[in-house]
């Protein structure tokens, strides 16, 4: 199993440009979200999804946007990045509809905005 | 959002020598998880805890939940050089979301 791919692993963009960085997992997880981790700050849930077709917002959803068409998949969109972004991303899922149960994260995407 | 405040921030220990850290919190959780992550990579979950006062242990790894619910405790016994890397602590209450700490790096020194 691939468990939670993210792809691209590094992004280099322009302020002002937009982009969507991907997140699949092969493991029928409901569960999935987004956080960002910046140097002392520990990670930010950025937003969250609890099965197809549902998310909401974590702390820090300003700038981002997300979807969640199927189980395996939850791309999260930079409509117009901004340095204050730039940092290094992970995508996380886990088993049910509530985050009781441990996530499992990606490897991340390390973003720069200039 | 929740203020997880992790101790110390960094360690410098030689190979064989026990490593303890810990993770405290203002508000109470129900839930206390402890991640390892190493360069380039995602954090990987070591130990869950779901009530006050557990003990559980991974491998040379044990964690503990407080008793007051707002802390939670890692221990890593006769350290080797491959536990190198920033240990995360993570709490939740209620509700869809895990709040992080910021972290305590490891160095071995061999």
């Known amino acids: 199993n691939a468990g939670v791919t993210q792809t691209p692993k590094f992004q280099v963009l322009k302020t002002g440009q937009s982009m969507t960085l991907q997140c699949a997992q092969d493991m029928n997880h409901e569960y999935m979200s987004w956080y960002r981790q910046d140097p002392g700050m520990g990670l930010r849930l950025i937003h969250y999804s609890v099965g197809a077709g549902i998310t909401d917002q974590g702390e820090v959803p300003n700038g981002y946007n997300v979807s969640r068409s199927t189980t395996e998949d939850f791309p999260l969109r930079l409509l117009s990045a901004a340095p204050s972004q730039t940092s290094v991303y992970f995508c996380?899922?886990?088993?049910?509809?509530?985050?009781?149960?441990?996530?499992?994260f990606g490897d991340g995407t390390r973003l720069s905005i200039l | 959002g929740q203020q997880l405040n992790q101790s110390p921030q960094s360690m410098f220990i030689q190979e064989g020598e026990d490593v303890s850290m810990n993770c405290t919190s203002s508000?109470?959780?129900?839930?206390w998880l402890w991640y390892k992550q190493e360069p380039g990579e995602g954090p990987v979950l070591l130990i869950a805890l779901y009530k006050a006062g557990e003990l559980t242990s991974n491998g040379r790894l044990t964690a503990q939940f407080g008793i007051t619910r707002k802390d939670s405790f890692l221990n890593i016994s006769a350290s080797i050089p491959s536990d190198v890397g920033i240990y995360f602590c993570a709490g939740r209450f209620n509700g869809n979301q895990f709040y992080f700490g910021t972290g305590t790096s490891l160095t071995v020194i061999p």
């Open positions: 508000s109470i959780f129900n839930t």
């Open positions: 996380a899922s886990s088993y049910g509809r509530e985050i009781s149960q441990p996530q499992h």
